[in-house]
């Protein structure tokens, strides 16, 4: 059985959804396809964090597009998205990450991103359960956060409104040249995108994306709590750490009034079994900044694997081998704020389009060598 | 033993039977014991603790579960949010 | 928060008649013997309320047993983590760190909840749990009360309410009058239960008993006024204060599928000892199947004995067990669900209590975990115990394996669990939702 279509999309996790969206939108006939149901990988399990990030400005580009990208989307958005402007505080310790929280707020002011510096006082002012000897902070108002299973639902339903098709409960088995193997069948297309997240390197052999397990806590519902995403400036740390098992505070305040307990990062895990001693790492990081989530109630905990490659920029745009072929993958902790930003400019380099923020940083070429097929 | 023990259910006072849990208080005061998701009132329903409809406030703790807690004298209990 | 380390040879979690059984018969041989149970007393549903003024001879007689034995009990403890050799139990005075040899898991059965238009109406509520309120302590007096959904659970509910003063208006029964009366003639073939069938019988002598009757709709402004009632293919309204609705037992398999023991149709896998797929831990009760009372009093026996390695002792029991296990069989076939329950619903009316997602949305989805990821049901506190249960039935969908922690317990206790490994057994999924 064969079907014929312009894009096809293996993954209809945010990214594959993002994707969908702009492709349907811009006129091209689609197809998405996934093994399981939309959202049910990475996009289950991360948090949702739309955040501007300085890492590096391959990074601060891409995650500040996409970041206007959903402002620009939130007044459509339905209310299961449960879209929240929240803001996020990255939480200094001391004098050392007072002064990193310094240069953060340069950076991000010279580049038009509103930032704020928060002296202790401020801080406690702005967040009162944060533990009182915190040294201070930086604001950034702009950053949101959201419920990604339910936002990759809505661009898939954008998507199918604009005449794309969405095959659920279908394994692909392979991707070739203009041809996506499926368990009942082929899907020949003008153009492929994988979407696949950490197991795109098994349709795209040759790609550097390994996975990188994170651990979550759930509480039940207190409102007002918190107000903004907090993180700790250690979170960079851990999210540069290649090798360690690394937990870095990283809290979010849902619309619910729940409160998202975070963050683990592991290599070299391939179980997705809750280790209650990571739990226990990062629940006690988090006492040490919110003593008062010692009594709240923990409902959940889950895991998640984020695709993660060497250079922390995710893949997007063509193979260098396979023209057929694009890739948008490999996002780590980004994958729900980049994913519009991903869309549109795979989107850009299937239709020609000039790219409004330079594509070259993401391209997969950075990764292989041409010798690869 | 006292054969009843007076305790308050939002500001109420109510006379409870001895050995009687918080959620048969909020039951024979009328009140509820936390508002839903969606703002309605809810009474505790399960009665073995597996629900959580009877989660309320009990002398300033919140999400504990009615059922699971004897009455004492003078307790305080509160609808849950 | 104080955190207590134990050790005991056995540990029993769940106070109910099995727990009871298992804890004073693994005592006897001298083996130090833990009862943790997160009820404030113990005694579990059917024995609730009743450690100081128990209501039967059996009930006294344990509880006799019970009091007099070394087991140590531990009331208000909640097991949120259990492993190899040990295990993690939240009380109001802390964490407990318990390590044990054996482990027996009496955890008993909970009541299955199916939606209908107006459950969640204050007044509302399970047929067991309108019980578990009365025994401890809610007033009924006068009360009009209408007991609706299957299983011989309504009639001890019917009996326990009429004694305290309550008017009880029906009993309502979905089964048909052909599985009740079959129901009966098996019950009639055991001393024992034809005691019980008849004292039933006079206790709720003209009550109207109905079959081919069920919920349709629970109906009032405020709390519940009416009740709905579809019954022999016409609709009845009664007017009443209380409705208690329950669709029979649901064996509480969160502990054993944590703890990765072998399930199967269902329920938790055992030997002829009560031993589970795991070294070292038994399983005794409704866990196992839903037997009621006698077939739990005689497992809990036997998973007691061979705890602590008196295999003789347990074997003389498997006859009674044998007996039991007969009219375990008949409950099964007398109270199977009728097709009709799966529609009660209307689009709207909740399904999952904690987070208010309505039956029309959850039911488009292919699968729970799908399910749950969009549109929240099963995310609250009950962990999908309540909407979880019922959807099992409703949509034919299999619930996902159990992951830390097992209860919902303070932020506290969790991070105070350290594990070395989990148990040897099926692969837990820690997959995300």
Known sequence: ?373 | MPETITVRVNGATVEVPAGATAAVAVVMARAKSRVSVAGQPRMPFCGMGTCFECRCEINGETQKRGCQVLCQRDMEIRSNG | MASTRLHFDVVVIGGGPAGIAAAVTASKSGATVALVDDNPGVGGQIWRGEAQTASTPDAADWFFRLRHSPVQVIAGARVFHLESGKLAAESDRGVLDVSYRDLILATGARELFLPFPGWTLPNVFGAGGLQALMKTGLPVRGKRIVIAGTGPLLFAVASYARKQGAKVLAVCEQTSFQKMARFATATARTAEKMKDALRFAWELRGIPHWTNCWPVAAIGRDDLERVRLSHNGRIRELECDYLACGFHLIPNLELPKYAGCAIANGFVQVDDFQRTSLPHIYCAGEPTSIGGLEMALVEGQIAGHAATRNENAARRLFAERAACARFAAALRSAFEFRPELKFLADPDTFICRCEDVGFERVRQYGSWREAKLHTRCGMGPCQGRVCGSAAEFLFGWHIDSVRPPVFAVQCASLAMVSAASNLNGPKLNGGPQ
């Not at chain 1, 996020?88 to 240069?103: G, L």
Request: one cysteine or more; hydrophobic letters at 40%.
């Open chain 1, 1 to 373: 059985m064969s079907v014929s279509t312009e894009v096809a999309i293996v993954g209809a996790g945010i990214v594959g959804a993002a994707c969908a969206y702009e492709l349907a939108r811009a006129g091209l006939r689609t197809i998405v396809v996934d093994r399981g149901f939309v959202g049910g990988g990475a996009t289950a399990a991360g948090m949702g964090h739309i955040v501007v990030m300085d890492d590096s400005e391959a990074q601060f580009a891409l995650t500040r597009y996409s970041q206007t990208l959903w402002d620009a989307l939130e007044r459509e958005l339905p209310a299961t998205v449960e879209f929240e402007r929240c803001g996020t505080i990255w939480v200094a310790t001391d004098d050392e990450e007072i002064a990193e929280v310094r240069r953060k707020c340069a950076y991000y002011t010279q580049r038009g991103v509103a930032a704020q510096l928060l002296n202790g006082e401020e801080l406690r002012e702005a967040e009162p359960n944060l533990r009182p000897s915190l040294a201070g902070g930086l604001l950034v108002p702009g950053d949101s956060v959201l419920y990604p299973p339910c936002a990759a639902a809505y661009l898939l339903d954008r998507a199918r409104e604009h005449g794309a098709d969405v095959h659920l409960g279908e394994q692909v088995v392979a991707i070739g040249k203009h041809k996506v193997s499926v368990g009942g069948g082929t899907i020949v297309a003008d153009h492929i995108v994988n979407a696949a997240g950490q197991h795109a390197p098994e349709l795209t052999p040759g790609i550097n994306i390994k996975p990188r397990k994170g651990h979550l806590v759930i509480t039940d519902r207190y409102a007002g709590m918190i107000h903004h995403q907090l993180v700790e400036l250690g979170y960079l740390k851990s999210a540069h750490s290649v090798t360690t098992d690394s937990v870095a505070f990283n809290v979010q305040p849902r619309k619910t009034g729940q409160l998202l307990i975070g963050s683990s990062r592991q290599y070299d895990i391939a179980e997705s079994t809750v280790d209650t001693r990571i739990l226990a790492r990062m629940l006690e990081r988090a006492f040490e900044y919110i003593p008062r989530l010692r009594g709240a109630s923990s409902i959940r905990t889950w895991t998640g694997f984020r695709a993660a490659t060497p250079d922390k920029l995710p893949l997007i745009g063509r193979h260098p081998d396979n023209a057929s072929v694009l890739l948008a993958a490999g996002h780590e902790g980004l994958g729900i704020t980049t994913s519009l930003a991903t869309g549109r400019l795979v989107a850009d380099q299937i239709l020609g389009r000039k790219t409004e923020i330079p594509i070259e940083p993401y391209l997969p070429s950075r990764q292989m060598s041409s010798a690869h097929a």
